[in-house]
């Protein structure tokens, strides 16, 4: 009969070096509670989204040091994953069976190794929680365990919670009695360990003294249990890989959250790749930041001007930034904090130092401007030899060489474009002069000089614009000039433009 019974007993088994249970929260441990009380306060993942790598890391605790089909779970194994709910017994266990309802998806959709147990909380306990008193649930939890301990006596358990609620309490009652049942004790940070319930002046000594453990992402989480030899170095290394495509697969409503979690993650990531590295693994791949700007792309940095891209790091998201001013000085900024350096539209009226006109292009290499300017400003037409030294050939007339130039071509001069982002103008060029132009020197404005406009005394022909006050000079048919703000113009819907120059600079 012995022999009968050994054949009967999955050989398997003897590949599992220790006999132990999970029990872990729910709410800000398994996946976020979106910050909605009263199921948790965690806001940095939506609402019930799993955290990456967290049935990874259920699972190689399960597996703790076996070398089991490289880390695969043997499917006539029986999990040891128990959840501890503060979510009460309700009418017909309603809760129950939504709760499994829920541990089965998430075993056919998200490979959850086993269908877990669930242990309950109670009424009085979850009221007593809306008074912001939170030792009746962490009691319960309590009470929990040692009930279900006490049916597995030659069990050793994890637990795993989140310092939100009253985890850290029901940790400390449990380690106190039964600390040599407890092998780690793992504690998701959702908030600062200061505002902890129950947290006292002594905490962090009391904490340390018994062991209890505190991890922001999964990927730290098993680091720490890898050191504790409760998983393999193996198993710390699927966490980490699990994780990250978990992380990959999860959108974010906005792209600062999305960014302030994946160096979070990159920031365990790194440390993980320590220690595998020194163990003789393999490391794994960071989460890649998204890379906007290419290199050599004009940005604006918003508070410490303009700059050309250098590089791009992905792991972490910072862009190397060489200043314009003051001149080869270099930044390190996040994409968060720049932006492209291109001011207005394609067929926008804007204002140059050196009169208005039309945008026409952006160049993608470093951000100038190209506009046609439909009328010069005193600064070009008062020196006769600029004049000159225009109508042949292209002279520098302030700033960079490289960046401000002026060249005389004929209306066909759309080749001067090439090699920019072209914004496909179908708009009728009246003159041939082309300012190449860095995008601080620009101003987007209602109408260029030459625009035929509406104003309250009829339509007119804008003959100049004062860049200090807004100011238009438009000329009426039938009287003289009329000086307008910018806001008592518009432009006409057919929008000819007058062919009839007018006197005054841009």
Same mark, same amino acid.
């Given at each position: 009969?012995?022999s009968?019974?050994?054949?009967s007993?999955?050989?398997n088994v003897?590949m599992?070096?220790?006999?132990r249970k999970?029990?872990?929260?729910?709410?800000d441990t398994?996946f976020s509670?979106?910050?909605?009380?009263?199921a948790?306060i965690?806001?940095t993942y939506?609402h019930?989204e799993l955290?990456p790598?967290?049935?990874?890391?259920?699972?190689e605790?399960d597996?703790g040091l076996a070398?089991?089909?490289?880390g695969?779970?043997?499917?006539h194994?029986?999990g040891?994953?128990?959840f501890?709910?503060a979510?009460?017994?309700?009418y017909k266990?309603?809760?129950?069976?939504k709760?499994?309802?829920?541990?089965?998806q998430?075993k056919?959709?998200?490979n959850?190794?086993t269908?877990?147990?669930l242990?309950?909380g109670?009424l009085?306990?979850s009221?007593q929680?809306?008074r912001?008193?939170?030792?009746p649930?962490?009691?319960?939890?309590a009470?929990?365990?040692f009930?279900y301990?006490?049916?597995?006596?030659?069990?050793k358990f994890?637990?795993?919670g989140?310092n939100g609620?009253?985890?850290?309490?029901?940790?400390e009652m449990?380690l106190?009695?039964?600390?040599?049942?407890l092998e780690g004790v793992?504690?998701?940070?959702v908030q600062?360990?200061?505002?902890?319930?129950g947290?006292?002046?002594?905490s962090?000594?009391k904490?340390d003294?018994?062991?209890i453990m505190?991890?922001?992402?999964?990927?730290g989480?098993?680091?720490l249990?890898c050191k504790?030899?409760l998983?393999?170095i193996r198993g710390?290394r699927q966490?980490?890989s699990?994780a990250?495509?978990d992380?990959?697969k999860?959108?974010?409503s906005?792209?600062?959250t999305r960014?302030?979690r994946?160096?979070e993650?990159?920031r365990?990531?790194?440390?993980?790749?320590?220690y595998?590295?020194?163990q003789?693994?393999?490391?794994?791949?960071?989460?890649?930041?998204?890379h906007?700007?290419?290199?050599?792309?004009?940005v604006s940095?918003r508070r410490?001007g303009?700059g050309?891209v250098l590089?791009?790091?992905?792991?972490?998201?910072?862009?190397?930034?060489?200043?314009?001013?003051p001149?080869?000085?270099r930044l390190y900024?996040?994409g968060?904090y720049?932006q492209?350096a291109?001011?207005?539209s394609?067929? /926008?009226? *804007?204002?140059?130092?050196? $009169?208005? @006109?039309?945008? +026409?292009a952006? %160049?993608?290499a =470093?951000g100038?401007?190209?506009?046609?300017?439909?009328k010069?400003s005193q600064?070009l037409?008062t020196?006769?030899?600029?004049?000159k030294a225009?109508s042949?050939?292209?002279?520098?007339v302030?700033?960079?060489r490289?960046?401000?130039?002026?060249s005389h071509k004929?209306s066909?001069s759309?080749?001067?474009?090439?090699?920019s982002?072209?914004?496909?103008s179908?708009?009728?060029?009246?003159?041939a002069?082309v300012a190449?132009?860095q995008?601080?020197?620009?101003?987007?404005?209602r109408?260029?000089?030459g /625009?035929? *406009?509406?104003s309250?005394? $009829?339509? @007119?022909?804008v +003959?100049?614009? %004062?860049?200090? =006050?807004g100011i238009?000079?438009v000329l009426?048919?039938?009287?003289?000039?009329?000086?307008?703000e910018?806001?008592e113009?518009?432009i006409?819907?057919?929008?000819?433009r007058?062919?009839?120059?007018?006197?005054?600079?841009?």
């Open positions: 009969s012995s009968s019974s050994s054949s007993f999955p050989q003897e599992r070096p220790t006999l999970i029990l872990s929260d729910v709410d398994l509670s979106g910050g909605r009380f009263p948790g965690d806001a939506k019930h955290y790598g967290v049935l990874a890391f259920y699972k605790l597996l070398k089991s089909n490289n695969e779970w043997p499917p194994w029986r040891n994953l128990a501890l709910s979510r009460p017994h309700v266990d309603w809760s129950q069976a709760s499994y309802k829920l541990f089965s998430l056919k959709s998200h959850l190794h269908t877990p147990t242990l309950a109670e009085f306990s009221f929680m809306f912001g008193d939170f030792n649930m962490a009691h319960k939890k009470q929990n365990f009930e301990s006490s049916l597995y006596p030659e069990y994890v637990f795993i989140d609620q009253g985890d850290v309490i029901a940790a449990i106190e009695k039964y600390s040599e049942r793992f504690i998701h940070k600062k360990l200061a505002r902890t319930p947290y006292t002046d002594k962090r000594a904490w003294d018994l062991g505190f991890f922001r992402t999964y990927i989480a098993s680091l249990a504790k030899n998983i393999s710390l966490v980490a699990n990250v495509k992380f990959c999860i959108e974010f906005k792209e600062e960014f302030a994946l160096q993650l990159n365990d990531i790194e440390k993980c790749n320590d595998l590295q020194s003789g693994y393999p490391t794994v791949a960071y989460v890649a930041a998204k906007v700007f290419a290199r050599g792309t004009m940095t410490y303009y050309r590089e791009f790091r992905h792991d972490d998201g910072m862009y190397e930034i060489l200043l314009n001013h001149k080869n000085s900024l996040l968060k720049l492209f291109t001011t207005g394609a067929d /926008d009226r *804007v204002w140059t130092p050196y $009169g208005t @006109g039309i945008l +026409q952006a %160049r993608e =470093d100038v401007h190209i506009v046609h300017l439909t010069l600064l037409i020196s006769t030899a600029r004049a225009l042949s050939k292209r002279v520098v302030g700033g960079s490289r960046h401000r130039r002026m004929s066909s759309s080749s001067s474009t090439s090699g982002t072209s914004w496909n179908n708009r009728k060029q009246q003159v002069m190449y132009i995008p601080k020197n620009i101003q987007v404005i109408a260029a000089v /625009d035929v *406009v509406t309250a005394f $009829g339509q @007119g022909v +003959q100049s614009y %004062r860049r200090a =006050d238009y000079e009426i048919p039938w009287g003289n000039p009329v000086l307008h910018e806001k113009i518009k006409r819907e057919d929008d000819s007058s062919k009839t120059g007018g006197g005054g600079g841009g």
